[in-house]
Nanobody, 119 residues
Framework: QVQLVESGGGLAQAGGSLRLSCAAS????????MGWFRQAPEKEREVVAG????????YYADSVKGRFTISRDNAENTVYLQMNSLKPEDTAVYYC????????????WGQGTQVTVSS
């Protein structure tokens, strides 16, 4: 099982930027697809972005396309989410998750990091 720890959250103004990091330990993430999810108060958790095990393909929710960029450094066992042009509606707890190759579900989750965007 891989352990995930997110960092980099905080308070930003609308139009600003934040960079989230997800540090993995226990196993190399090179065998895992990785994703970023978020959950706002009183809302269901939603996927934000995903990246394949070697970084060849990425996925973005429509709400963040063109503003957020997911990347990974397998040598550093870390995944990133660069968030630009932040909006108040991006306010949420952001979670990093891992899906082992061959599995249909993300079964390893971090504890989350709060992102708050003020208008």
């Amino acid at each position: 099982q891989v352990q995930l720890v997110e960092s980099g959250g905080g308070l930003a103004q609308a139009g600003g930027s934040l960079r989230l990091s997800c540090a993995a330990s226990g196993r190399t993430i090179s065998n895992y697809a990785m994703g970023w999810f978020r959950q706002a108060p009183e809302k269901e958790r939603e996927v934000v972005a995903g990246i394949t095990s070697r970084g060849g393909r990425t996925y973005y929710a429509d709400s963040v396309k063109g503003r957020f960029t997911i990347s990974r450094d397998n040598a550093e066992n870390t995944v990133y989410l660069q968030m630009n042009s932040l909006k108040p509606e991006d306010t949420a707890v952001y979670y990093c998750a891992a899906r082992v190759l061959g599995s249909d579900t993300f079964n390893c989750w971090g504890q989350g990091t709060q992102v708050t965007v003020s208008s």
